[in-house]
């Protein structure tokens, strides 16, 4: 899809937006990671508020195995807006993609069972009865838009969101593709019910987010500038939570920075070390890039033998997920099987199957399987979910349970 322009810089039109989301929904809060993205966009958001008198809720997910640098600046910015915000600095356990081990592929944070890399915040909501909607060690995507119900009481709501489409081909899609939008403006997406994200700097380069922050001498997360001393480009720094299959490329950075947390983070989360080590390599070990199919394998053999090294239980959950990908792309023009090998833009985009695939999905620990095209299952339902993909793949005849040497049907 071809870019159109509009006719003015992004800080006006970003400005344009946030002001349009003021005069449409009477309930209105950030989603804010500390990030820089979501840093430049929470102070234009809090320049409106201030503007009008208004009071918003901002949304800080604390994952814990954070930077100490990025606490202290979204304290900083808790109390630099503290009279026109409602606080939620959630701290209560929550489960998340780990994309450093097939032995722990989910992580919980401030999990009750563990020892914490560092204690709470004052300001944090420590506990998950706060929300009357919270299943203990819910899941990330769970929380979001039942928080947007939460925090909406059946009125319109509006959640500022700071992704931009530069970013990836993801974040593009969600902004240019076919959705439901409110009033026809592409910067909107709902969430649920009368919900909606509103990504009022979908369109900014990364060079725009430093330039505001340079000539509006606000205040930003001061983590880049270590992360700038160590080499980086401004196109490579990211924060969020550390161990998804994006976030580990920077996870050596910990080391740099941080030392002494970077010791907790190793006791703390399995594999941290081996994501640290090997997060930025290409190929077979955590399967970024071209990756190769190993000699005396086939594609599928080569998933065949992944299956067989994991742990039995992420070997199940894994088994159900290509389950549903193979019975899917079996009515859908590959009734026997389906190719070894397709071509890799087609593959990217999920315009052609391929065994390919889903090995690298193995690789990556892409527990979910986002790479083949799936949502995370819900906490709670989540046993119900495994009883059910039992008996299809029985039905279907595709790894069958009883099955003792994991082949496919």
């Known amino acids: 899809m071809p870019k159109r322009m509009l006719g003015k810089n992004v800080l006006e039109a970003a400005r344009e937006r ?42 800080f997910i604390d994952w814990e195995c954070q930077f100490s640098i990025t606490i202290q600046h979204a304290r900083k910015m808790f109390d630099q807006y503290a009279q026109w915000i409602e606080p939620y600095w959630v701290a209560v356990p929550m489960t998340t993609w780990n994309g450093c081990s097939q032995h722990e592929p989910e992580w919980i944070a401030w999990d009750e069972n563990k020892t914490w890399v560092r204690e709470k915040e004052d300001i944090s909501i420590k506990r998950g009865d706060f929300f009357d909607f919270y299943v203990p060690n819910m899941m990330f995507e769970e929380f979001v838009p039942l928080f947007a119900q939460w925090y909406g009481r059946g009125k319109r709501t509006a959640c500022f969101v700071g992704i931009r489409t530069q970013e990836s081909l993801n974040r593009f899609r969600t902004v240019a593709r076919d959705k439901p939008m409110l009033d026809g403006k592409p910067y909107t997406t709902n969430v649920v019910d009368d919900c909606w994200n509103v990504y009022p700097i979908y369109d900014w380069q990364t060079e725009d987010i430093w330039t505001y922050a340079a000539k509006s001498e606000t205040t930003y997360n001061r983590l880049y500038d270590r992360m700038h001393q160590a080499g980086m480009t401004i196109h490579q720094m990211r924060i969020c939570e550390p161990f998804g299959d994006t976030q580990r490329q920077s996870l050596w950075l910990y080391q740099v920075v941080e030392p002494e947390m970077w010791a907790k983070l190793v006791e703390r989360v399995a594999g941290a070390n081996t994501g640290a080590l090997y997060g930025n390599e290409r190929g077979n070990i955590l399967g970024k890039g071209d990756i190769a199919c190993p000699k005396g394998h086939t594609w599928k053999s080569y998933v065949h033998f992944l299956l067989g090294s994991m742990p039995p239980r992420t070997s199940e959950h894994y088994k159900n997920k290509i389950a549903v990908y193979l019975k899917w792309w079996k009515t859908r023009g590959y009734p026997e099987d389906i190719p070894h090998e397709a071509d890799r833009k087609l593959e990217t985009l999920g315009k052609a199957p391929s065994w390919r695939k889903i090995a690298k999905s193995i690789l990556r620990n892409d527990y979910w399987c986002r790479w083949l095209g799936f949502s995370p299952t819900k906490t709670a339902a989540y046993q119900r979910y495994m009883d059910l993909m039992k008996r299809r793949r029985k039905e279907w005849k595709i790894y069958e349970p009883e099955a003792k040497d994991g082949a496919a049907g």
């Open 18 to 59: 946030i002001a349009w989301t003021f005069d449409n929904f009477e309930r209105i809060y950030c989603s804010f990671s500390a990030g820089k993205d979501s840093t430049a966009m929470m102070h234009l958001v809090m320049e409106e508020a201030k503007r009008r008198n208004q009071t918003i809720g901002v949304l």
